[in-house]
């Protein structure tokens, strides 16, 4: 990613632990890489993973407490997408997390947010604390 990238569409949102408030912020962004005319298998990674990463910010770091807010940041290129998310909680180590793909955890209902996220983004980098997550989405 480039540190004078020029953004065409920046959005910058403060939103409470309420996952329809997560669902109604992504929304405004996957609307915005349609009309830009991101292709579908780009705009589906995106979403998978973005929808991932909110939900987790909700219902793990702020423990869907919406007195608790989560700081969204989405900023478009013509090349790349970069969001940043941000909670209140205490943060995580994501490389202690159980491996999903071991066979005790296949029949597990969760615990594959994190390895999503790394598969269909081109960057996932979380800070020291694990309350915030950088991700990259190179355009096709």
Do not use: C
């Amino acid at each position: 990613m480039m540190a004078n990238e020029s953004w065409l569409w920046v959005l910058e949102e403060r939103i409470p632990s309420i996952t329809k408030e997560g669902s109604a912020t992504l929304d405004k962004l996957l609307a915005e890489l349609k009309s830009q005319q991101w292709l579908e298998q780009d705009v589906f990674a995106v979403h998978l993973s973005l929808e991932e990463a909110i939900v987790n910010a909700i219902l793990h770091g702020n423990a869907g407490d919406p007195k608790k807010l989560v700081e969204i940041t989405f900023q478009v290129s013509e090349t790349e997408l970069r969001v940043e998310i941000i909670d209140e909680g205490s943060g995580f180590n994501p490389d202690a997390l159980p491996d999903p793909t071991a066979d005790e955890n296949l029949e597990k209902p969760s615990g594959r947010g994190v390895m999503l996220m790394r598969h269909y983004m081109d960057h996932v980098q979380y800070n020291k604390a694990g309350n915030q997550v950088v991700m990259v989405k190179k355009r096709s």
